[in-house]
């Protein structure tokens, strides 16, 4: 995405970069390893269209690299740039907002 399309905000700039569901599951998958198409495929669990249409978007907007290798079969591989590398504390910052969300679900569930 161009600079010049980017949103005013920056909460939405990453809504508008990583929102959704696949791409947001796409990096926190990407941070932990580079992955071919098939295990990222399996691993978050999205298909095959939906998975390349996040990618090349992440791609254009300089997040992800896609590293083809010669060989038979060819291997193809995906990983994190340095800016999405820099997406980590927000990832960890989600994850400890789900489980303490979900915590304080149970307690409030466990009142009524």
Do not use: H
Request: charged share 35%.
């Amino acid at each position: 995405m161009e600079y010049k399309n980017l949103a005013a905000n920056p909460v939405s700039v990453v809504l508008q970069l990583v929102g959704g569901k696949w791409k947001i599951l796409i990096v926190q998958e990407l941070l932990k390893k580079e992955m071919r198409f098939v295990e990222l495929k399996k691993k978050i669990g999205c298909t095959a269209k939906v998975l390349t249409a996040c990618l090349k978007d992440m791609e254009e907007d300089g997040l992800v690299v896609r590293e083809e290798y010669d060989g038979l079969p060819p291997k193809v591989e995906y990983y994190l740039t340095d800016i999405g590398y820099t997406l980590r504390p927000v990832i960890e910052s989600m994850q400890k907002w789900g489980k303490d969300y979900k915590r304080l679900r149970k307690l409030m569930e466990k009142r009524r």
